[in-house]
């Protein structure tokens, strides 16, 4: 399979703790996304990486968000001290770094769960 | 007010008839424009890009109206497995790289 992958697919967590979601894009896709879905509503913009350089942050990445590419391939984000209202299904997407070129590529999401 | 509005329906079809949705945008600069599909907990998948001209792929037909900002989506001779939701994508280059999504228009098929 060599589509977006995500890991882990589900997470339960109480209220505090700290997770960490890991997503590997498309081979050779420079660009990298994350986006958050809440039931009835359309994916929101997270973040935005080219290679490694996150070059953008939606106003909704609050300070106890943080995503990391270090060596332009895979990506994580992490939230501290979870609290219920960041339950959601998380995605990861990628899109090749080509002019003109905006398609981006979904992978299965992390289904979160803060009880 | 949200980049991309779109009815959330649900729109509920018998097999074979033709169901057409519509979504506006707001941002008159908008670039780039898709329909992606996503089934219930699972990711959206890329439906169809939209061009001006307007483009057609077997069953579904997607056109693309600037002066008055809407995208619309029609699906002919529907079947069980168009059941889904239909999310209406803009894209604006000066926003960054970010796609903007409206809520989605759930569509049932049924026998």
């Known amino acids: 399979d060599t589509g977006v992958s995500q890991d882990p697919r589900h997470k339960i967590t109480k209220r505090g703790q700290n997770v960490t979601f890991r997503c590997d894009p498309i081979?050779?896709?420079?660009?990298l996304y994350w986006y958050r879905q809440t039931l009835g509503q359309g994916p929101e913009f997270l973040t935005y990486f080219q290679n490694e350089a996150q070059l953008e942050k939606s106003r909704l990445l609050s300070d106890r968000f943080s995503a990391e590419r270090p060596k332009g391939s895979f990506s994580t984000l992490e939230i501290q001290r979870t609290e219920q209202g960041d339950s959601a299904m998380y995605l990861c997407?990628?899109?090749?770094?080509?002019?003109?070129?905006?398609?981006?590529?979904f992978g299965p999401g992390t289904r979160l769960t803060v009880t | 007010r949200k980049e991309v509005e779109q009815d959330p329906g649900p729109f509920n079809v018998p097999e074979g008839a033709t169901v057409a949705f519509n979504c506006t945008y707001s941002?008159?600069?908008?670039?780039?424009f898709f329909w992606y599909r996503q089934d219930c907990r699972k990711e959206p998948k890329l439906l169809m890009s939209v061009y001006s001209s307007g483009n057609e792929d077997g069953r579904f037909t997607a056109q693309l109206n600037r002066a008055s900002q809407y995208i619309s989506l029609l699906i002919r001779d529907s079947k069980l497995s168009d059941s889904a939701t239909y999310l209406c994508?803009?894209?604006?280059?000066?926003?960054?790289?970010?796609?903007?999504f409206g809520k989605g228009t759930s569509l049932l098929v049924t026998p």
């Open positions: 941002n008159s600069a908008s670039q780039s």
């Open positions: 994508v803009a894209y604006l280059s000066n926003s960054g790289y970010a796609l903007n």
């Open positions: 997407a990628s899109t090749p770094n080509e002019e003109g070129y905006y398609e981006q590529y």
């Open positions: 081979s050779e896709h420079n660009r």
